[in-house]
């Protein structure tokens, strides 16, 4: 909700002065490294009773981030929100039953873009950026056991916090009031230990040295959108 206000009121501000809004939309792929969470999947794997095999273990999957600036403004011209998620899976399955232990993460971004022309080529813009932000990640921990008709099922949320940053080029080839091009970058995420929600004293991990926490950090490429709106205030 905060959100949605702070972006409500930057539209209204950029309308009365009469100045142009860039409305953008970046969609592709993002890896990811979640090393602490793997760690923490194997060893929930290994003590389980059940011969259970990790099937998936957090693969790099589709990102979203929607951008709203000001385009006139350089070289700080804009703020995003964004999404991410991810996943991993212990599973056993046969004719007497299933056992899966199931983490589900979903991220939610939001902080500040950054990019300045760096070259001009046939019409198109090569553009280095920077963007920083913070990430809110949630995580789902489910265990389900069904044996013949019975089954159990117990449900943990978790909640984790970080601060990231990504560096990256762009692409860009302007048409009317649109944009349109490529982007490649890679974000470094720094991160605490994810805490129960509800109860920030209880940590999730195999020890208190071990302790797991989101880490987003990887590769980001895709393709990026550009709306344009306004009267042209200057160059």
């Known amino acids: 909700m905060k959100k949605l206000i702070i972006f409500s009121a930057f539209i209204l501000l950029c309308w009365s002065l009469k100045a142009q809004i860039s409305f953008g939309y970046r969609g592709g792929y993002g890896s990811y490294s979640m090393k602490s969470l793997s760690a923490f999947q194997e060893a929930a794997c290994s003590s389980s009773i059940f011969p259970a095999k990790v099937v998936t273990q957090f693969p790099g999957y ?32 046969d004719f007497s039953g299933k056992y899966m232990f199931d983490m589900v993460l979903n991220g939610f971004q939001d902080g500040f873009h950054l990019d300045e022309i760096i070259s001009q080529a046939a019409g198109i813009d090569f553009r280095g950026y920077l963007e920083f932000g913070a990430t809110t990640t949630f995580l789902q921990l489910r265990e389900y ?16 916090h970080g601060i990231d940053v990504q560096p990256g080029i762009s692409a860009m080839y302007q048409l009317s009031n649109f944009r349109f091009g490529c982007y490649l970058g890679y ?16 940590k999730l991990g195999t020890s208190s040295s071990n302790l797991a926490k989101p880490e987003w950090t990887g590769v980001r490429t895709g393709i990026e959108v550009t709306y344009i709106i306004g009267k042209k205030l200057h160059d």
């Not at 929607?66 to 929100?81: E, R, T």
């Not at 056991?145 to 984790?160: N, S």
């Not at 974000?187 to 209880?202: D, R, V, W």
């Open 62 to 93: 589709f990102t979203h981030r929607l951008y709203l600036g000001k385009p006139n403004w350089s070289p700080l011209n804009g703020a995003y929100v964004g999404y991410l998620t991810t996943a991993g899976r212990i599973s056993i399955s």
């Open 187 to 202: 974000e470094l995420s720094i991160a605490a230990a994810f805490y129960e929600q509800g109860n920030p004293k209880t």
């Open 145 to 160: 056991l069904k044996v013949g008709d019975e089954e159990v099922e117990e449900t943990y949320r978790f909640m984790g």
